[in-house]
């Protein structure tokens, strides 16, 4: 028979580990791993030249923004950043304008999204005003609900826990996970106005206001929840050692909860805060450096379910303020989490397994996204090509993202993305975007 696509000369990781090998595609998904003698001929072969295929990285937590704040990233550029960085899957947050909390909402931002996106995405919904909403939200092919503790963003109180617990019982009826930002309100506010009031405005305030103990707190409070309902919940970019040990404490005890941490959580502290300012502001802050070592223990042990960017793209004018409090928070990152980490690999801080495990398999696994997530045959061709040896700067001003800045602007890295593979299409070669808008596709939850 003759197959689509045929990628020789390259190692391939692999369930049973790294092969020499090639591999072939038809359809958009692997239909063999084998040596080259093995393989049946293709319509079109590419020479990988000796490089390491792994599965593209699904990215669990991204804004892409679009709609009423194209201005700041649009569907094309968000996904051409995806690209460059090796990640072939990314799930949207829903705090868009307008808030994506309804199935209008999705359907509408969803139908944009074909016509634009060269990366598979799925979509995150906030709870809708009707919790009756929540199965038509679903059937429309959201991927689960996000839940932000530290302000309201769709329709539910996020101060009153028996709304809560009808919105969890809701979402374990369609089988999807919440997502949950976990910084307590009320914590935030009221410490927020102290600092106000006393005329701070630098980021020490800011520190203090988004402080570890609201992350702990939330965290503490949803596990109640979660035991009250058995939903599954995911806790997004966990920073701190007290939270990290909340949700550790409550996965021993057989509670359903996974969590992500960001790149830039485990690579930077507070310290890059004071020297970069709120250029290096997001949600929750960077912390100390007893902090990012117990994110990096707990990684190491397997704790850790995924690597996330948690993507935000803002204008350099949003971010480049003098009052703290206007500073937009969020860090750009789809197009510097495959670097960063390949770089700690090269360092001897990751293994190639453990990357995989965190950025691919076990995203795939929490969130029921089928055949994606490894290397094998059968599963959807998304593949990114690395050079490991290959060592550059980062250059924010070279990001495909509308927001050109970053703080590991000008890092030295060591490992890079050279090739995507996206249903089996090739859209990344060699740092140039070589496909066009739309060619990606909605990754749809089956109810």
């Known amino acids: 028979m003759l197959v689509d696509l045929l990628l ?28 080259e003698a093995n393989l049946p001929k293709a319509s079109a072969n590419v020479d990988l030249k000796g490089n390491l295929v792994l599965p593209g990285l699904i990215d669990p937590h991204v804004h892409l923004r679009d709609q009423q704040l194209a201005y700041k990233e649009d569907f094309f550029s968000g996904t051409a950043a995806a690209a460059a960085g090796g990640v072939t899957s990314a799930l949207d947050m829903p705090n868009n304008k307008p808030v994506t909390m309804s199935a209008e909402t999705l359907r509408e931002r969803m139908r944009l999204a074909e016509t634009k996106t060269i990366v598979n995405v799925g979509f995150f919904s906030a709870f809708p005003r009707s919790l009756g909403e929540v199965r038509s939200i679903v059937k429309e092919g959201a991927i689960g609900f996000k839940l932000y503790m530290s302000q309201r963003i769709g329709g539910l109180d996020i101060y009153d826990d028996e709304m809560l617990l009808q919105g969890f019982n809701r979402a374990r009826e369609q089988n999807v996970p919440v997502a949950i930002h976990a910084e307590d309100a009320e914590m935030l506010e009221s410490t927020r106005r102290r600092m106000e009031n006393a005329g701070r405005r630098d980021v020490n305030a800011y520190l203090e206001v988004h402080s570890t103990g609201a992350e702990t707190k939330t965290i503490k409070r949803v596990v109640k929840l979660v035991k009250k309902t058995s939903v599954h919940v995911h806790f997004c970019h966990v920073s701190s050692t007290t939270g990290l040990r909340a949700i550790l404490n409550a996965k021993k005890a057989g509670v359903r909860v996974t969590c992500e941490v960001t790149p830039h959580h485990l690579l930077l502290a507070s310290d890059d805060l004071q020297r970069h300012g709120t250029l290096a502001l997001t949600n929750p802050p960077l912390r100390t450096e007893e902090n990012v070592k117990a994110l990096w223990t707990a990684l190491n042990q397997g704790s850790i379910d995924s690597v996330a960017s948690d993507h935000a793209p803002h204008t350099l004018e949003e971010k480049d303020v003098e009052s703290v409090w206007d ?36 995203p795939a696994e929490v969130f029921n996204l089928k055949a994606k997530g490894s290397v094998g045959q059968g599963f959807s061709a998304d593949l990114v090509v690395v050079d490991l040896k290959q060592e550059y700067k980062i250059d924010a001003s070279r990001f495909y993202s509308k927001a050109k800045h970053s703080p590991f602007d000008g890092w030295k890295v060591k490992g890079k993305p050279v090739k995507t593979f996206v249903n089996g299409r090739l859209v990344m070669d060699e740092c140039e975007v070589v496909t066009k808008p739309g060619t990606g596709q909605i990754v749809r939850v089956e109810p």
């Open 327 to 362: 500073a937009k928070p969020g860090i750009p990152g789809l197009e510097t989490m495959l670097p960063l980490l390949l770089t700690q690999i090269n360092e001897g801080h990751l293994t190639i397994g453990d990357l995989v495990r965190v950025t691919s398999k076990r």
């Open 8 to 35: 020789k000369n390259a190692k391939i990781y692999t369930a049973e580990g790294i092969v020499k090998a090639g591999l072939a595609i038809e359809g958009g998904h692997i239909f063999k791993i084998a040596k």
